[in-house]
């Protein structure tokens, strides 16, 4: 049976310096597909297909963690500390500015949402920052076991549209996103977004 990735502690891991601690899961050389068949029944990859080719010029891979607190101010730590982790892996200049803009947005959307809706069931939300074979997903994991749906658009609602921006955002980057429920009762929303070629291979 493969190894579960999961923390080894429930405890919020925030840095001294208001950062998070970023608890790496897998190796940055390579990261292989997070199997936890266990709970969920299935392999999970990063993205839907892989791409041939990796260059040197390619980010490095891995997957990390950060567990925070159901709080507001996770929102912005964990913004910060993704765009750190795609920085570090070498996701800066004109490349990844559209591709990195648009996966901090859906962070603060999917953990401002997990924050505001599944705190009292859930006091820890689990961010999770994959980058393998091309591509680069975000999941945000809780322990409320509600499906949320993405509402469409209208102007007597107050609820929805975050995740609606969310699945705008991934489809219009040409990537997938989904929801899916976790082995102890919560549920995982998550995000796939290809990584752009070279600036050479664009027309």
């Not at 980010?59 to 101010?73: I, Y």
């Not at 009292?120 to 999770?128: A, C, D, F, K, R």
Request: proline content about 7%; charged content about 25%.
């Amino acid at each position: 049976m493969a190894e579960r990735l999961i923390p080894g502690s429930r405890a919020s891991r925030v840095a001294d310096e208001g950062r998070l601690d970023v608890e790496q899961i897998s190796g940055a050389a390579k990261a292989e597909p997070r199997r936890d068949g266990a709970a969920r029944g299935a392999t999970r990859t990063v993205g839907p297909a892989r791409r041939a080719g990796r260059t040197a010029a390619d980010p490095a891979e891995g997957v990390w963690r950060f567990p925070v607190p159901a709080s507001a101010s996770s929102v912005p730590r964990t913004r910060h500390a993704v765009r750190d982790r795609l920085l570090a892996q070498g996701m800066a200049g004109v490349r990844y500015q559209e591709l990195v803009d648009d996966l901090l947005l859906i962070v603060s959307e999917l953990v401002s949402n997990a924050v505001t809706h599944a705190a009292e069931l859930s006091p820890e939300v689990t961010t999770e920052l994959a980058v393998c074979d091309g591509w680069v997903r975000v999941s945000v994991e809780d322990g409320d076991p509600y499906r949320p749906k993405a509402l469409e658009s209208d102007a007597g609602r107050t609820g929805g549209r975050g995740l609606l921006l969310v699945k705008s955002v991934t489809l219009q980057a040409g990537g997938v996103c989904d929801v899916e429920r976790t082995g102890e009762g919560g549920k995982v929303i998550w995000a796939s977004l290809p990584i752009p070629p070279e600036l050479d291979d664009c027309p």
